[in-house]
């Protein structure tokens, strides 16, 4: 079984998870104000989502482990934060939700995002927004495995003209090299992929369902 695969922390362990690093106080949240919003919730299972409205994307990324060392965002992607929902993607109007069936969709490794996302809707699942892989790797350092890292196409940003951009974000570990900077190898590492290439080691991330609780 890959490390994707193992069993999250309870939804209230997620929730002390997110009050220990001061991720509530971001999102404006008292902390026994989240504790008493999971606690009456009849989730019990799944990934515990801030709504990526109340905090940025990018505020959660340093928060990210691997070896110690700490998430970054690349240089080349600042407005990463002007990401929104593709069409079709819907989030619950509510200030925290449930992810249920997580995939990192390591089957769909050396598929292009273009190529992925109509085959993660025909399997009528929804793709992962890029704060939602950010707060799964929070809880679950263990989803970045070197080779088998994943992308969050739910993401896209649209141009002025109602184009997208080519950029699809992806979550990885930094090889430390290029502008990474040697300090930052082996650190989890928020970047981009064109829409139309392929890369072997990285999935597709995926849910079955967003819960509002």
């Known amino acids: 079984m890959t490390a994707a695969l193992l069993a999250l922390p309870s939804i209230d362990?997620?929730?002390?998870?997110?009050?220990?690093?001061?991720?509530?106080?971001?999102?404006?949240?008292?902390?026994?104000?989240?504790?008493?919003t999971v606690a009456a919730s009849a989730a019990r299972e799944g990934l515990l989502v801030i709504h990526p409205d109340r905090v940025p994307a990018s505020a959660l990324v340093p928060f990210l482990r691997h070896k110690e060392k700490p998430g970054f965002v690349v240089e080349d992607m600042p407005d990463i934060d002007l990401f929104s929902t593709v069409e079709g993607v819907h989030v619950p109007d509510a200030p925290v939700y449930v992810l249920e069936g997580?995939?990192?969709?390591?089957?769909?490794?050396?598929?292009?995002?273009?190529?992925?996302?109509?085959?993660i809707v025909e399997e009528?699942?929804?793709?992962?927004?890029?704060?939602?892989?950010?707060?799964?790797?929070?809880q679950q350092p263990a989803a970045l495995e070197r080779g088998?890292?994943?992308?969050?196409?739910?993401?896209?940003?649209?141009?002025?003209?109602?184009?997208?951009?080519?950029?699809?974000?992806?979550?990885?570990?930094?090889?430390?090299?290029?502008?990474?900077?040697r300090e930052r190898r082996d650190a989890p590492k928020a970047g981009w992929c064109w829409a139309g290439n392929r890369h072997t080691w990285l999935g597709f991330g995926s849910a079955a369902a967003r819960t509002a609780i």
């Open 148 to 181: 088998r890292c994943f992308m969050t196409i739910g993401s896209r940003l649209r141009k002025a003209d109602g184009r997208l951009d080519a950029r699809t974000p992806a979550l990885w570990i930094s090889n430390g090299t290029g502008r990474d900077g």
């Open 13 to 36: 362990d997620q929730a002390e998870r997110l009050i220990e690093l001061g991720v509530h106080r971001l999102a404006g949240f008292h902390a026994d104000e989240l504790r008493s």
């Open 102 to 119: 997580l995939d990192r969709g390591d089957h769909m490794a050396n598929w292009s995002p273009d190529e992925a996302l109509p085959a």
């Open 124 to 138: 009528h699942r929804t793709p992962l927004l890029f704060a939602e892989g950010v707060h799964w790797v929070i």
